[in-house]
């Protein structure tokens, strides 16, 4: 069996990948693996493994300067675990990389949220640039993952608050927009941010209408407020 013919079976048997909301990141995994698609699994021993794990420990990672995290490393090998066990061989038996000392610490500023919203307002006419404002301020204030945002639609936001029903780990939260948000939507602020106000649009229609157009919110014209502080 070659490691692509146990990935396409790893989808269909494997529960855990079955369940999975986020396929596209296995698919990432599997394919910056940087094998060729039709090599046996057989050939996956613990010297080979040992050895393609050096060469990831090289790898140049997506910032100029740095190298692949062990948890991207660790990602990997754990990939190359479950082909071999699809595959019903033993284990390659390459130990994962100590995580520790390596945690990431780098936040998005105020100022350059403060930017981002910026050149949204500055290229207003630009397709999509509206509903990206609006997704920015969404995704702050509610901490949501994007395809949480891309999912919610308008039966969702009530009372002030939205519910994320498909979450990543399966189970639905409800969040309130962060509290400086709170002003009175009938104030000389104008229609705030759209978690403060009534449902803007059909219950099954998304808030970001990237189904329909990413320009959704704008037609609603939903006014984009400036970022709330944050400390």
Not at 24 to 39: K, R
Not at 66 to 74: H, V, Y
Not at 194 to 211: F, M, N, R, T
């Amino acid at each position: 069996m070659t490691i692509e013919q146990a990935y396409r079976k790893g989808l269909q048997v494997r529960e855990q990948w079955m369940k999975s909301k986020d396929k596209a990141s296995l698919q990432v995994t599997f394919d910056n693996l940087g094998l060729p698609g039709d090599i046996p699994c057989a050939k996956l021993t613990r010297d080979f493994v040992r050895d393609l794990r050096g060469r990831w420990m090289r790898e140049p990672g997506k910032r100029p300067g740095t190298l692949l995290s062990p948890s991207t490393i660790n990602h990997r090998l754990s990939m190359l675990s479950v082909l071999l066990e699809v595959a019903d061989l033993p284990p390659h038996g390459v130990r994962h990389l100590s995580v520790k000392g390596s945690r990431r610490t780098r936040r998005i500023s105020d100022g350059e949220v403060a930017q981002a919203l910026a050149w949204c307002a500055a290229h207003a006419g630009r397709q999509g640039a509206r509903a990206l404002a609006d997704m920015i301020v969404l995704a702050l204030d509610t901490c949501a993952r994007e395809g949480e945002l891309l999912g919610l639609v308008w039966a969702n936001v009530r009372d002030g608050t939205v519910e994320f029903v498909d979450t990543k780990n399966g189970e639905s939260r409800t969040r309130p927009p962060h509290p400086a948000r709170r002003v009175d939507p009938g104030g000389p602020q104008g229609p705030p941010c759209p978690l403060l106000g009534p449902e803007s649009g059909p219950p099954d229609q998304p808030v970001v209408g990237h189904a329909q157009g990413p320009r959704a919110l704008h037609r609603r014209r939903v006014r984009v407020p400036p970022p709330a502080p944050r400390g």
